[in-house]
């Protein structure tokens, strides 16, 4: 079957969750963009499945809101295309056409059997192997046998949902990044049994929404968690290693965050990007892949801790973020968490934050932060001797740094070594796409 045919008849299921809607609204607009250049404009049509009729109903604002956005940046295309309709002469009226022309496409619905002619599934349901291998389960038997399954699973190896749907070589991952409509990386994970034609179509998909496609094998947490589940845990492990010398934990976590952030030049600390993710993320990605890895160091009692006390990180509904290891107030950290004292301890708490800042000294010179660094066509030599004069340093926030570099170029060596990716290049691409680290891991610089 062609892939316009295909893309006749997509579902998306979990389609009101975090990723599910941002995939919505990817596959929403790609095919309405299609429908508008193709002659037989009728037939498309997308199922979107969720748990909850609420959510679903949300769900359709947000689209009919983000469709708007994507159809004014796309208004030279929209000229082009209704230029034969003299019925739309202004600007607007053509976007609204688009718009309603777009909203045709979606079929909320909390039925999963609804997705029955779907020829293509993008699943991004909750990460829980229990209810994915479900939706499989009655996917494949109500679907055709050439239905082509594409799971957006953080953690778990396709061949086990493959295996347990009995979907034989059609089903893939196709990792979007969080949020899918901004995020330019998805890891492109195929198993040992996918059939070429499946993997051809995602990456024809991935190219038609302008996506940076990075292959990982099919090893539980892929490259970009098997990189960031041991990058915080090493950032855990200096945290406890600090209490042993005298420091409190939550000295400790800022400190690393610091260490991590400003030191290291990454776009956020450590523990904060944590606290995107979420705790209970973070916790449930290191249960799975302990498990499919047989690795005991793949946990954290801290982590568990944390949850214990109720202390979970995520966002809110409006996208603001929650506390988790940092307090925050509009989005910056203003506290951390002391587990020992069940509350928050401000940064502005007898200047207790000072005192840290002067232990770890001062960054190395040659310093700028990351987002002046992002844009600079300069930033490789700019980088090089930044870390040459972190190199000759020995103060503690540069020790703590140097090391931290070198445990994640080591991560990097061991996800080629142990079969998660052929190439460290790859590593460094998710790292740089998907992270928007400046830097690979595995670089000159060091
Ligand atoms: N959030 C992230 O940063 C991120 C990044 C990459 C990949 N992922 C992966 O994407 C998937 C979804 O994650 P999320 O963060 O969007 O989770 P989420 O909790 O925001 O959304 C999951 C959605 O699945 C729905 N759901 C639950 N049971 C269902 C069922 N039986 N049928 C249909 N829908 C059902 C829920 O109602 C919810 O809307 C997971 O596999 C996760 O590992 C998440």
Not at 232 to 249: P, R
Request: charged share 25%; proline share 3%.
């Amino acid at each position: 079957m062609e892939l316009n045919t295909r893309l006749k008849n997509v579902a998306v299921v979990g389609a009101a969750g975090k990723m599910g809607r941002g995939i919505c609204l990817l596959m929403t607009d790609l095919i309405a963009n299609l429908q508008l250049n193709s002659p037989n404009k009728l037939g498309y049509k997308i199922t979107m499945v969720d748990v909850s009729d609420d959510a679903l109903s949300g769900l359709l604002e947000y689209l009919r809101s983000q469709l708007r956005k994507y159809a004014e940046k796309n208004i030279n295309n929209l000229r082009k295309a209704y230029a034969s309709r003299k019925d739309l002469v202004e600007n607007g009226e053509m976007i609204d056409e688009f718009i309603n022309g777009a909203m045709l496409l979606p079929r909320p619905t909390t039925l999963l059997e609804a997705a029955k002619d779907a020829t293509i599934v993008f699943e991004a349901a909750i990460e829980n192997i229990d209810i994915k291998n479900q939706i499989y389960a009655t996917l494949d038997k109500v679907c055709s046998k050439d239905t082509f399954y594409y799971t957006n699973t953080s953690s778990m190896p396709i061949a086990e949902l493959e295996k347990v749907g009995g979907l034989k070589g059609r089903i893939m991952g196709v990792h979007f990044y969080n949020p899918p409509p901004v995020q330019k990386l998805v890891e492109m994970i195929i198993s040992k049994n996918t059939r070429p034609e499946v993997k051809e179509a995602a990456y024809e998909i991935g190219k038609m929404l302008k996506k940076t496609l990075i292959p990982s094998n099919d090893v539980a947490g892929f490259i970009g968690n098997g990189h960031f589940m041991r990058d915080g845990l090493h950032a855990i492990g200096e945290v406890e290693a600090l209490q042993k010398i005298g420091m409190k934990m939550y000295e400790g976590i800022y400190a690393l965050n610091r260490v991590s952030q400003d030191f290291m030049i990454r776009p956020m600390g450590i523990f904060q990007l944590i606290d995107y993710v979420g705790l209970d993320v973070y916790q449930l990605i290191l249960q799975v892949m302990k498990k499919h890895l047989n690795d005991k160091e793949l946990h954290s009692q801290l982590i568990d801790e944390m949850i214990k006390q109720d202390v979970k990180g995520g966002q809110f509904a409006d996208g603001s973020q929650k506390d988790g290891f940092l307090k925050y107030e509009k989005n910056r950290p203003v506290g951390v968490y002391c587990t020992k004292e069940k509350k928050y301890i401000l940064f502005t708490e007898n200047n207790w934050t000072k005192a840290i800042d002067e232990k770890l000294g001062e960054v190395p010179t040659g310093y700028q932060p990351w987002k002046a660094l992002l844009s600079d066509k300069g930033k490789d030599k700019k980088l090089e001797a930044y870390f040459t004069s972190m190199k000759s340093m020995n103060t503690t926030g540069a020790t703590l740094a140097w090391k931290y570099l070198l445990r994640s170029k080591e991560i990097a060596h061991f996800l080629k070594n142990s079969g998660v990716t052929d190439d460290v290049e790859n590593v460094n691409g998710v790292l740089m796409n998907g992270f928007y680290h400046l830097y690979g891991p595995v670089n000159k610089y060091y």
